[in-house]
């Protein structure tokens, strides 16, 4: 993918989050049941956030990669941690797009969607 690479991606979310106002308390966390890739917090919300990067959108927007099976990894990922590490804030699911058309050094579209999926 031209040297496109999920820490890259995971930086640059965390980078633009940070820009948003939010504080980025973990990374990369691992649990037997998945990955988290940023753990980031604002005021009001502690925000799971699966990064998905690509090139371009050709085969479906970014966020579509995050299926409901990723989502229930996801939400047992976001459990365990939360076991670990009680937190008063709303716990919240966020996908960041990153595309970046032209590689890593090139110019990325990053796109925040918050609240984008709900536990059931």
Same mark, same amino acid.
């Given at each position: 993918?031209?040297?496109?690479?999920?820490?890259?991606?995971?930086? *640059? *979310?965390?980078?633009?989050?940070?820009?948003?106002?939010?504080? %980025?308390?973990?990374?990369?966390?691992?649990?037997?049941?998945?990955?988290?890739?940023?753990? *980031?917090?604002?005021?009001?919300?502690?925000?799971?956030?699966?990064?998905?990067?690509?090139?371009?959108?050709?085969?479906?927007?970014?966020?579509?990669?995050?299926?409901?099976?990723?989502?229930?990894?996801? %939400?047992?990922? *976001?459990?365990?941690?939360?076991?670990?590490?009680?937190?008063?804030?709303?716990?919240?699911?966020?996908?960041?797009? %990153?595309?970046?058309?032209?590689?890593?050094?090139?110019?990325?579209?990053?796109?925040? %969607?918050?609240?984008?999926?709900?536990?059931?």
């Amino acid at each position: 993918m031209s040297g496109l690479t999920g820490s890259f991606g995971e930086a *640059a *979310a965390a980078e633009y989050l940070r820009k948003k106002g939010y504080e %980025i308390v973990g990374m990369n966390y691992r649990t037997r049941m998945g990955e988290l890739d940023v753990i *980031a917090r604002n005021r009001k919300y502690l925000c799971f956030v699966e990064v998905k990067l690509r090139k371009n959108d050709s085969f479906g927007a970014a966020a579509e990669y995050v299926t409901k099976s990723k989502q229930r990894k996801l %939400i047992l990922a *976001a459990e365990s941690y939360l076991l670990q590490h009680p937190e008063h804030r709303q716990p919240r699911f966020d996908v960041v797009e %990153i595309y970046a058309p032209d590689g890593i050094r090139g110019e990325l579209s990053i796109r925040h %969607i918050e609240d984008a999926f709900r536990p059931e």
